[in-house]
């Protein structure tokens, strides 16, 4: 607000005032201009400055981080390499930044990658990215270098870049490959042991089928009673010890996948009086009596010599651990 005396001299709305006006204004245009941009400057310059701080901050993650990461454009070419990668693949972030990611792929990735990712970009159907999988990379000298891959997407402004993730499985795929090749040699092993069991059985049977039929052509002869008892226990053990060979020869078809039952009709009472007999010798020497209390049906359907293998087991077991009195099989 001017206070004073007009000048007779002027009148009212003379170009004079007009001029004052318009001088006043712009004066006071440029100032509040010149008070904003002093202070978008200043704002700008503290923004780059959170902005620097925060890609110094994103930086030294990044090259902190034990997985390689890589950094991708839609066309496949490299942006950025970490200290991580460099170390898995063994090039430098300036042999790989501006080149197609194709080159540390072996094939038959490498030639189908451009096409996967134009797929991709065309389709929006997903295969890999999102999800993790385990892959094969290429080293810079050229061996193959077996890595977990996970791959992330951004998008900025309509345009896709994709991020990474890879983590050097080397020292576990060399454990999974040991432990394998240990496995195979368990295997082969039991394989070894069930043919020399297989072998050896037959190899026994032989003699012990001799020693059968000898003392049934003994037992033909004229024997006191007390003789004939003893070769009949000979020839229950002899059936037994066979019998036993049996079995040895049925492990080993077991561990190839070849055992099969019998299912036959046999006599459960003339069964357990071979297994009495058998063992009547050995409870005999210890004083221990040994008797059969058969109270069941006589005649059963199954395999008789699995059957015998049991209660001969078990028959045995209670001589060898009864110390007075005796064993009723019932």
């Known amino acids: 607000r001017f206070i004073g ?38 704002r700008y310059r503290a923004l780059m400055r959170r902005s620097l701080e925060t890609a110094s901050e994103l930086q030294a993650i990044v090259d902190a981080a034990v997985d390689g990461i890589v950094k991708i454009s839609d066309r496949g070419i490299i942006l950025s390499f970490n200290e991580s990668a460099e170390r898995i ?18 094939n038959p ?40 891959l996970a791959i992330g997407e951004a998008r900025l402004g309509g ?4 991020v990474g993730f890879i983590s050097d499985i080397t020292e576990r795929h060399r454990m999974e490959t040991d432990l394998r090749r240990t496995k195979e040699d368990a295997e082969q092993a039991a394989a070894a042991k069930s043919a020399f069991l297989a072998n050896m ?40 010890l066979l019998n036993l060979l049996n079995d040895i020869l049925d492990t080993a078809k077991l561990d190839g996948g070849h055992t099969e039952l019998e299912h036959r009709d046999f006599s459960l009472r003339a069964l357990c009086e071979q297994i009495i ?54």
């Open 109 to 148: 990735h490498q030639d189908a990658h451009d096409s996967y990712l134009k797929n991709y970009l065309h389709t929006g159907e997903r295969q890999i990215i999102g999800s993790g999988r385990e892959v094969w990379a290429l080293h810079k000298d050229g061996h193959r270098i077996p890595v977990r």
């Open 159 to 162: 345009i896709s870049t994709f």
């Open 89 to 106: 693949f063994g090039y430098s972030a300036d042999e790989v930044v501006g080149k197609n990611v194709r080159m540390l792929m072996p």
């Open 201 to 240: 059985s037959h190899e026994i049977r032989t003699p012990m089928n001799a020693i059968i039929g000898f003392t049934d052509l003994v037992l033909d002869t004229p024997l006191n009673q007390s003789q004939a008892r003893h070769l009949g226990v000979v020839k229950t053990s002899a059936r037994s």
């Open 277 to 330: 007999a058998a063992q009547s010798l050995n409870a005999g020497r210890k004083g221990l009596f040994l008797k059969l209390d058969y109270q069941a049906q006589e005649h059963f359907k199954g395999d008789p010599l699995r059957i015998q293998q049991v209660l001969l087991n078990l028959v045995s077991n209670a001589v060898k651990f009864t110390h007075t009195g005796g064993v009723t099989l019932m």
């Open 5 to 42: 005396q007009p000048n007779p001299d002027f009148l009212p709305g003379s170009n004079q005032h007009t001029a004052l006006a318009l001088a006043i204004a712009f004066i006071t245009v440029g100032l509040s201009l010149m008070a904003a941009g002093i202070n978008a400057i200043v």
